[in-house]
């Protein structure tokens, strides 16, 4: 009785409220006219949207897997090279991806494990498109989606550079409302200039997220071999990878391709390979089905104040030489081992990334002036260069790890390098040297990154060919304070300065 009695209250009491807004709708103002462009103020990004979105694709792959197999989980998480470009945390070697496995369709029928979603953009009217190396990597199959069109149109992998982490795809059918995108001078950009990215990320197709260049010229960020990032705070987000980077003009500025984040998502700071670097490796990658780029034939690493030292020098600009290779063109110029670079064609070289970059430009055959510091006196060279051989084209950076803390040469027990060594610890054909047995990780070797299976070339600039040498070296040096090592690992060389322990 009570319950009936508070319903009826309350429809008695709002029923003439009803009737009241029903009769009589609220005033408010409507203005539909589109926002009007003001002189020197930018209201709306929407036409440059509205012109760069057609050029943007989502990519889907998958790949093949044999009947009965155990997989079907999205594998690109499961690739520490992915894993690094979005912050998530690496994986257990015994932990099983939360995945349920693919569903089968009968004894021996394929089936298709998806490997994730990407991004990339239009090039041509051809049907070309230019995405990241990473998107597409290891897949058998690839599906485009058009912006504004459900169909998805199969696309073939044309050549792939994971140097630069770009690769170039075709579609196999040509659709007739294809849009090429408009290329753009990413040599001309400034910090502050608004930048645009498009893409998909999480498979939100076609979304659009604004910011500015943060930086250029990004590298020794240890993503690929060859970096030459511009930084931007435009929202990127897994899935925009592959995707365009415009100005304000709707022109491509860059390929959206990594960022840089804890958690996995957005942090303000995305990297994407400038449109100048991605034109040139494109047009290779179609016209020569890879990249020719030029070889100086050299290992390199940065220098800190305690390597400068150690070389004379008065700062840590340059690259420090730590190998060369046999035959090279820097071989055959005289440079050798410990001398510094400092710049090429008249321009200064600041450190590894540019050396290689800059070098990596050049054309097989051309003549390159290099300025070099040895023993602290400036020497000169000219070296013709030859083509980077097809082993060294995905080297990832060869850069010598930091050293932590150092210390002097006790707790290092070394070997002669015999067969038995050489297959142990993978060391090359050639490497000469004494290889290391065991070492104390309380040692101040340890502490500069010396590991058991490394073979010490050199002690004190001077090189050792036995254990035995090894030993009285390291006898004559055993007041001193630190010391100059060459060390390889599998085959790939570097400086280290071994301090006494404090």
């Known amino acids: 009785m009570n319950t009936k009695l508070v319903l009826l209250t309350f429809a008695t009491l709002t029923l003439p409220a009803l009737a009241q807004e029903a009769a009589k709708a609220p005033e408010i103002k409507i203005d539909s006219a589109p926002v009007k462009p003001q002189a020197g103020i930018i209201t709306s990004f929407a036409p440059i949207v509205e012109k760069v979105a057609p050029s943007v694709v989502q990519i889907s792959t998958s790949k093949n897997i044999k009947p009965g197999s155990n997989s079907g989980r999205n594998r690109q998480f499961d690739d520490p090279f992915f894993r690094r470009f979005f912050g998530l945390p690496d994986q257990d070697e015994d932990q099983q991806p939360d995945a349920a496995p693919p569903q089968r369709r009968g004894r021996g029928t394929p089936q298709k494990e998806a490997l994730g979603l990407g991004s990339g953009v239009i090039v041509t009217a051809e049907g070309h498109i230019l995405t990241n190396n990473h998107v597409i990597d290891g897949a058998d199959d690839i599906l485009v989606t058009l912006a504004g069109d ?4 199969k696309a073939k992998r044309i050549a792939n550079d994971a140097g630069t982490d770009l690769a170039v795809l075709k579609l196999e059918t040509k659709p007739a409302h294809l849009k090429p995108i408009t290329f753009g001078d990413s040599d001309k950009l400034r910090v502050g200039d608004i930048a645009i990215a498009v893409g998909n990320p999480f498979g939100l197709t076609q979304t659009v997220t604004m910011g500015i260049i943060s930086s250029i010229g990004r590298n020794d960020m ?3 071999a060859y970096e030459n990032f511009i930084q931007t705070d435009a929202s ?3 899935g925009n990878s592959g995707g365009a980077l415009v100005d304000i003009e709707g022109r491509l500025i860059g390929i959206n391709t990594a960022i840089f984040s804890r958690t996995g998502t957005n942090a303000g700071i995305g990297f994407a390979v400038p449109s100048s670097l991605a034109h040139s490796i494109m047009d ?5 089905g890879r990249v020719v780029r030029g070889y100086l034939g050299v290992g390199i690493q940065p220098l800190d104040e305690t390597l400068a030292s150690r070389f004379k020098l008065s700062s840590t600009d340059g690259t420090l ?9 820097a071989e055959k110029a005289g440079i050798e081992a410990g001398d510094v670079i400092t710049e090429l064609n008249g321009h200064k070289i600041s450190g590894p990334s540019e050396l290689r970059m800059t070098v990596s430009s050049l054309s097989p055959g051309t003549t390159v002036d290099v300025k070099y510091l040895r023993d602290g006196s400036e020497k000169k060279a000219a070296i013709i260069l030859a083509e980077l051989p097809a082993n060294k084209r995905t080297a990832a950076p060869t850069d010598a790890p930091e050293s932590k803390d150092p210390d002097v040469l006790d707790g290092v027990t070394v070997g002669d390098i015999d067969a038995e060594a050489r297959k142990k610890f993978e060391i090359p054909e050639g490497a000469k040297g004494v290889v290391v047995l065991e070492i104390d990780d309380e040692s101040a070797s340890y502490a500069a990154g010396i590991r058991m299976g490394d073979v010490i070339m050199e002690i004190d600039r001077k090189s050792i060919g036995s254990a035995n040498e090894a030993v009285e070296m390291s006898e004559k040096l055993k007041k001193a ?4 090592l060459r060390v390889s690992s599998k085959g790939a060389s570097r400086f280290v300065v071994v301090k006494e322990n404090e």
Request: proline letters at 11%; aromatic letters at 4%; charged letters at 25%.
């Open 236 to 238: 990127i987000n897994p």
């Open 150 to 153: 459900k169909h998805e149109y």
């Open 481 to 484: 304070k630190e010391v100059l």
């Open 284 to 288: 290779s990658l179609i016209t020569k």
């Open 222 to 224: 240890g993503i690929v």
């Open 321 to 329: 030489v730590n190998s060369v290779e046999p035959k090279s063109p």
